[in-house]
């Protein structure tokens, strides 16, 4: 029982102990940074490689790009931060100091390169790579080596949000570009991974995204467990961290992986920083809506190019058109370039849960992909890599190839029309069948004559040419629901007009279906006329 309320406090308070991670650690990210400098010149007072550095600007700078780290700004204080070294035990990135006499103090710092060289900016020669122990000078002029902690000795935080504690959990884990598991994080990587354990659900990967979830918090009023963002060039985020209180950050370095850090306390991460965001659920998706309630029914429905049911997989399209069709008997058509064609131009402003966005260029050129829009920025879709799924549009990925959006409302079939009543009841259920003149099964002109005299009481000749010899012809332009459309193939080929460019009839494949008449590449070229009979 003890032990039950161990774990339970545990979960509530969690306090990390965080000993000495001495910067040794990260010799070769301090080295490598320091050498990428050797000729900028030399520029009292100078900071950074635009303008030059002094020998503590140099040290200063190289341990923030480094590993992130503040160095005081001049060589007494930097003498002061750490810890002494003997000689005989310098490691590389050690900070070594000189005077120019005895009672001057210390006056020059460079960074031991291991082999007794160190780079440093020189006065006359800007920053070098030296052999300062064959140098009469420098070695004359030797003082003392120092070694600053990554970490103060012995420093400890303690949160009790649970997001702040999840992140503690991981202080030691390395880092790893691209990582996103506890074997090896990025700071995009570490924010995705602890809000999803906290708040199960899956943010966006990428730190542009990841800014724009949840709400913008003040500086001055940041919680634990907020997501704090950096940037170098103040216009794009760099880094995340997670803000564990008392001015502490979680996050994973370059040099230690994830650890804990001082926020304002810190002139590298508090003048980098960029905005905070307080993340306490996932983003909203308007599961009442009729189209996108019925679009969730289909989640992890495997991909199937072609595939155009839930029992054989989906395509995107056929995926988007069968949504609508069984949310409101919205027959769209079947390729993304032909519902591209079809409703209403929508401005991404102006998006609404069930709006349909499309996308170019994805797998082949032109429209390609669509998906439907279901609130805060996400869309669901039959992804070609994945299954029926749910992603951001923020992605750059989708970004990338983001074409518009469409709204399909109005697309309804008009049934308040008795031969269109009459006509669409049999859409999908029944099939074609050669001499068909019943719900049985159809022919083209047999399906035509059954819809007139069961919606209007109207008996029309039994075949398609005595057919078009009924009535009062209509031009394209000019069609109402109910009007007669002939398309001419190797035959002549009733339909019903229903609207919105569509027409019911039926096909050898599919028996009695929806099309396009506009859109569709097999039938409109066949278009022959219209007749409306009174």
Not at 26 to 54: L, M, N, R
Not at 83 to 107: C, I, N, R
Request: negative net charge; glycine residues 10%.
């Amino acid at each position: 029982m003890r032990g039950f309320y161990y774990g339970v406090l545990m979960l509530m308070v969690c306090t990390v102990l965080l000993g000495e991670k001495p910067v040794y650690a990260a010799v070769s990210s301090i080295v490598e940074e320091a050498e990428k400098h050797v000729g900028v010149p030399y520029q009292y007072g100078g900071e950074s490689p635009s303008e030059g550095f002094d020998s503590s600007g140099f040290s200063q700078y190289v341990y923030q790009e480094a590993i992130q780290m503040d160095l005081p700004r001049t060589v007494s204080d930097q003498a002061a931060s750490g810890t002494a070294v003997q000689k005989s035990e310098l490691k590389a990135g050690d900070l070594l100091f000189f005077s120019k006499d005895e009672t001057s103090g210390v006056t020059h710092v460079g960074l031991y390169a291991g082999d007794q060289t160190m780079i440093h900016a020189s006065a006359s020669k800007g920053i070098e790579k030296i052999n300062y122990e064959n140098s009469s000078y420098w070695s004359s002029r030797y003082t003392k080596a120092v070694r600053v902690n990554a970490e103060p000795d012995g420093a400890s935080v303690s949160a009790s949000h649970p997001v702040a504690v999840e992140a503690l959990t991981h202080v030691g884990a390395p880092y790893v570009y691209g990582g996103e598991q506890p074997d090896g994080f990025d700071s995009s990587g570490f924010v995705q991974y602890v809000i999803q354990q906290v708040l199960d659900f899956d943010m966006p990967r990428t730190l542009s995204q990841q800014i724009g979830m949840g709400e913008s918090v003040d500086r001055e009023a940041l919680q634990e467990g907020d997501i704090l963002f950096f940037s170098k060039d103040g216009s794009t985020p760099s880094h995340a961290a997670v803000y564990a209180g008392r001015d502490q950050i979680v996050h994973p370095t370059l040099s230690s992986g994830v650890k804990v850090t001082a926020f304002e306390g810190s002139s590298y991460w508090s003048g980098n920083f960029m905005e905070a965001r307080r993340i306490t659920e996932a983003p909203k998706i308007a599961e009442d809506h009729d189209i996108v309630a019925e679009a969730l029914k289909y989640l992890g429905v495997p991909y199937v190019f072609g595939g155009e049911s839930p029992e054989t997989g989906f395509d995107c399209s056929a995926f988007t058109r069968h949504v609508f069709e069984k949310a409101r008997q919205i027959f769209l058509p079947r390729s993304t370039d032909q519902q591209w064609q079809v409703g209403e131009d929508v401005a991404l402003t102006d998006i609404q849960p069930g709006d349909v966005v499309f996308f170019s260029d994805t797998y082949r050129e032109g429209i390609s992909h669509n998906g439907i829009y279901v609130g805060d920025g996400q869309f669901i879709h039959a992804s070609r890599s994945e299954q029926v799924t749910i992603s951001y549009l923020s992605e750059s990925y989708w970004q990338d190839k983001f074409t518009g959006v469409k709204r399909f409302d109005g697309l309804q079939i008009p049934k308040e029309h008795p031969v269109v009543s009459a006509a669409t009841q049999f859409i999908g259920e029944v099939p074609y069948q050669s001499g068909g003149t019943t719900p049985g099964g159809f022919d083209t002109a047999g399906f035509v004559q059954y819809a007139f005299k069961q919606g209007a009481g109207i008996s029309l000749p039994r075949y398609a040419g005595d057919q078009w010899n009924e009535g009062t012809e209509v031009s394209k332009e000019d069609l109402q629901p109910g009007d007669i459309v002939f398309f001419q193939g190797s035959y002549l080929n009733p339909s019903i007009y229903i609207g919105n460019g569509q027409v019911v009839h039926v096909t050898l494949s599919e028996g009695v279906r929806v099309t396009n008449m506009h859109t569709n590449s097999y039938w409109a070229p066949k278009y022959y006329g219209a007749k409306r009979i009174n």
